[in-house]
């Protein structure tokens, strides 16, 4: 597995949240991610329009906060019943999942390659998280992903130890 260090700038993204534990993700996630797949439409400016985001927040026990957005320009407008979240700046540690690979194992090597590193998953100040060890993760999936065998991009928000 390839890893690479980037920044990415701050961006706004809107789109739908998902609240639930783990055992919950089959089908209510997906159902989720799915629903704002067909909702696209509704943001027209989106500024990179083949890419779904999954931004996944580990502040509940035994679960997770999950936004399924897009990235969207200042002039874009809130539509009914989604929401607007601002991500700021931040260094990640970026990998690829491939398709007919386990999820489970790619973010094993990812927590093993950060237990190897220089670097440590960031925390938001204030903020309690309920994963030790990657408490934000970040999913950037191709428009042409299949969601029973998926291929995407992942980004860990990273400080240095």
């Keep these: 597995m390839n890893y690479e260090i980037v920044t990415l700038p701050a961006y706004r993204a809107i789109g739908l949240k998902w609240e639930g534990t783990f055992s919950e993700i089959v089908p209510n996630l997906k159902n989720t991610i799915s629903l704002m797949k067909g909702r696209a439409g509704e943001l027209d400016h989106k500024v990179n329009p083949d890419v779904q985001l999954g931004l ?19 002039a874009q407008e809130v539509p009914d019943e989604m929401l607007e979240i601002r991500i700021p700046e931040w260094t990640y540690m970026k990998a690829g999942h491939k398709k007919g690979e386990d999820i489970a194992q790619t973010y094993s090597a990812l927590h093993q390659w950060l237990f190897d590193s220089e670097y440590r998953a960031y925390r938001e100040p204030g903020v309690d998280y309920y994963d030790p060890y990657m408490p934000i993760k970040h999913e950037y999936y191709p428009a042409d992903q299949n969601p029973d065998d998926p291929h995407f991009d992942i980004y860990i928000p990273i400080t240095k130890k």
């Design 56 to 74: 996944s927040y580990h502040v509940i026990e035994n679960g997770f906060v999950h936004y399924s957005v897009f990235e969207v320009s200042e």
